[in-house]
């Protein structure tokens, strides 16, 4: 892994497109250990731009928190501030345990509280900054990403992502704490039809998001990284079609409430 150091001169970015509900996006880091095989970002100027394969470098922002606070105060003159963390990296990648640098800039919002923010991740690390979120209060959500119940299709679509059970684990632990917390079944990957018994253990709020609602360019994107190519060598078709989603949901139906079921940008929204 190439791990660089740099300064960022700005840290809070417009929310657009399928965040335009967020008044800022913020990304501790540039680039993502991670790898997922169906990541947009692959296919933004970030990754397109860079000489390095997407999952071998990652950028740390030094002097974060300190930036943050700078850049929360002057946005909080201008109305209210929320915020989506992160948009184009996992905030909890192997390089926050040495870095922190996302704790740092959960202390910042301690400090200079925006009204909301969402911390998007598939690490179980993110239970490390419990003591933050629980400041934070209910200006707070962490949502996790729990595409699928099989292991072995996270291992097949994100090898290096933390296995299912311990971010099953991780969002149990948050709820039992007091966090605010989702699960987000974000893309839809082939599950079996315990997966919604396994989120109600640890959740009471879902979201469903597919690449065709949820990469920007319905589809398109996830299209031009031949991910349709994994479900047909795997006799996994029936997956990859804008309305297995629904597959999903009917399950989901038989274990939670159809107002803790979001679809899609809603259950990312503020």
């Known amino acids: 892994m190439n791990v660089q150091h740099k300064v960022s001169k700005k840290l809070l970015n417009p929310g657009s497109g399928f965040l335009n509900g967020y ?18 970002v692959r296919r933004m100027p970030v990754a397109l731009f860079r000489k390095d394969s997407w999952g071998t470098w990652v950028d740390v922002k030094t002097g974060a928190k300190e930036q943050l606070v700078k850049e929360l105060r002057r946005a909080k003159t201008k109305g209210p501030v929320t915020l989506f963390m992160s948009s184009s990296t996992d905030p909890y990648q192997p390089v926050e345990y040495k870095e922190q640098v996302t704790r740092g800039l959960l202390e910042a919002m301690v400090e200079v509280p925006p009204d909301f923010v969402l911390v998007q991740t ?20 962490v949502s996790m990403t729990v595409e699928t119940d099989l292991d072995h299709i996270r291992r097949l679509f994100t090898p290096s992502a933390p296995p299912i059970q311990a971010r099953l684990k991780a969002l149990s632990e948050l709820k039992t704490a007091g966090v605010r917390t989702q699960a987000a079944i974000a893309p839809v990957l082939p599950s079996s039809e315990d997966f919604p018994r396994l ?5 009471d709020r879902v979201c469903i998001d597919d690449y065709f609602m949820g990469d920007g360019s319905k589809g398109r994107r996830t299209e031009q990284l031949g991910i349709s190519q994994h479900y047909s060598i795997n006799e996994l078709d029936g997956w990859y079609d804008p309305q297995a989603y629904l597959l999903v949901k009917d399950r989901l139906l038989q274990w939670f409430d159809e107002e803790q079921i979001k679809i899609s940008q809603e259950g990312f929204l503020p």
């Open 23 to 40: 008044t800022h996006t913020l990304n501790p880091y540039a680039g993502c250990s991670f790898a997922c095989s169906y990541c947009y």
């Open 122 to 141: 598939r690490s179980p690390l993110v239970t490390r900054d419990t003591d933050l979120f629980l400041r934070l209060g209910e200006r707070v959500r």
């Open 199 to 203: 989120l109600k253990k640890a959740v």
